[in-house]
């Protein structure tokens, strides 16, 4: 398999907290691998990191190959890294068809263009019915559909889900991830981070990647990682036991 993103060894300290100590992963093309852990395990900063936020005290990230340690936030969007992120801000002012034109522009300067992307991506994400709806006031559930919406506009082969489902009812969460486990058919992979809905990671996650107070604990299968005392006792507690088959 083709490496699409690589972590080595990445540590993040702010001041004289490790947020992120010494963690690796590799995310092949066409995967779906959820971060999972508690409040305060080092998701965000991981997917920080990544995005070009924050730059690691050590370590290196490598996108398609390429170093992408100290790059800027602009330059690894337009690589091909976009994100979402846990509290959704579009431009209220905008209709939900101009908000995802803006992450089409990214790569073409046709109205036109811009406009036939966003409409199929929208599509995609069973949103066309409020193309033309102002982003004030959506619901919160939509309001998700439409940052991955904005993230995919920009071309990615690289799309980062920080919290996608938080705050939906389950039958929300549940219809969402359906869609994110169809983007790989556009040649995404997929970074997730989920604090405690289970049901989304087993649903659709080729792997887990397991943080404890920003050290990687465990990783492998959903199946098989909720089964592991470690992960039990740091994060899921007895009852996850149910949800592996």
């Not at 920009?154 to 969402?176: Q, R, Y």
């Not at 604090?195 to 959903?222: C, F, N, S, T, Y």
């Amino acid at each position: 398999m083709t490496a699409v993103l690589e972590l080595q060894n990445v540590t993040k300290r702010f001041g004289g907290l490790s947020a992120v100590k010494s963690v690796s992963m590799t995310l092949n093309a066409g995967e779906i691998v959820f971060i999972i852990g508690p409040n305060g395990a080092g998701k965000t900063t991981v997917f920080n990191l990544i995005s070009g936020f924050f730059h690691p005290n050590e370590g290196a990230i490598l996108f398609q190959g390429k170093n992408v340690t100290h790059m800027s936030p602009h330059r690894i969007a337009r690589m091909g890294i976009g994100r979402t992120v846990q509290i959704v801000k579009p431009l209220a002012g905008l209709t939900v068809l101009e908000n995802v034109m803006l992450g089409a522009f990214m790569h073409t300067r046709l109205r036109s263009h811009a406009e036939g992307e966003a409409a199929k991506i929208l599509a995609f994400l069973q949103m066309g019915h409020l193309s033309k709806s102002p982003a004030r006031g959506l619901p919160l559930a939509a309001l998700k559909r439409l940052e991955i919406a904005r993230a995919r506009a920009t071309k990615p082969k690289l799309i980062l889900l920080d919290e996608v489902v938080s705050g939906l009812t389950t039958s929300e969460a549940m219809a969402l991830a359906d869609l994110v486990k169809r983007l790989p058919e556009w040649g995404i992979s997929v970074v997730g981070g989920v604090e405690h809905v289970m049901q989304v990671v087993m649903k659709i996650a080729d792997r887990v990647i397991v943080l404890d107070h920003g050290a990687k604990i465990a990783e492998g299968a959903p199946a098989e990682v909720v089964k592991l005392p470690e992960v039990i006792e740091a994060y899921l507690g007895p009852k996850y036991k149910e949800l592996a088959p």
